[in-house]
């Protein structure tokens, strides 16, 4: 398994309240991801990160920021949870982009906001 | 932009039966594709990926992929199903315009049963 670890990988939390989640890489892949997963919709990116500190909007993006102080890692902060924040994300990691690239994903942090 | 469909979003096989997973894709450019599992609370791990060197891709686990560009079809499938194969699977494609992120099907859940 690619070095991806998630944390926290559970976490309850109250509406309104500030969330980050992080996520740490081991292999040094310049490409880092955030996805969540809702059922119904696969997965879908929100944000996504090309280098320390350059960083830009996937799809679904609006109530999350992102940064990136190091290479190794990727923090995703929920500045005011909402209930529709409910999900499970997953980080992901890639060396490249490019037709034969794939990416490789950690193991998820499912966030529940009451 | 580039979509997929997954045309089934569940599947039920008995142990021993073949594996057919259907995946169609539309896109402007000559995608590159990919089939991704995720098992129970795990994290999702690539089964194969098409990159344009051959139409019928062979992955992990005995599964394989055919890329068929008159039909946009990359359907999954896998001669002989296992218990083990039990999971969702996932078809994703990546875009080849801007920052080629991949775009996921919704899933398609596997049951095998007995």
């Known amino acids: ?114 | 932009a580039q979509s997929v469909t997954q045309l089934d979003s569940h599947v039920s096989v008995s142990e021993g039966t073949p594996v057919l997973l259907r995946c169609n894709y539309s896109s402007s450019y000559s995608p590159s594709l990919f089939w991704y599992v995720q098992h129970p609370n795990k994290g999702l791990q690539l089964l194969l990926k098409y990159t344009s060197a051959a139409t019928l891709v062979k992955g992990i686990n005995g599964f394989e992929a055919e890329f068929k560009k008159s039909e946009t079809s990359f359907h999954l499938t896998k001669p002989s199903a296992h218990m083990s194969d039990a999971a969702e699977y996932f078809c994703v494609v990546r875009e080849n315009t801007g920052f080629q992120k991949l775009v996921f099907g919704t899933g398609t859940r596997l049951l095998v049963s007995p």
């Open chain 1, 1 to 114: 398994d690619a070095g991806i670890t998630q944390s926290p990988r559970h976490k309850v939390t109250e509406t309104g309240t500030p969330v980050t989640l992080r996520c740490h890489q081991t292999e040094n892949h310049r490409y880092m991801y955030w996805y969540r997963q809702d059922p119904g919709h696969g997965l879908r990116l929100i944000h996504y990160s090309y280098g320390v500190k350059d960083t830009d909007k996937g799809e679904v993006s609006d109530g999350y920021s992102v940064s990136r102080s190091k290479t190794e890692d990727f923090l995703l902060t929920l500045e005011s949870a909402t209930s529709s924040q409910t999900s499970v994300y997953f980080c992901a990691i890639s060396e490249r982009i490019g037709e034969n690239t794939e990416a490789f994903f950690g193991q998820g942090t499912r966030l529940t906001v009451v």
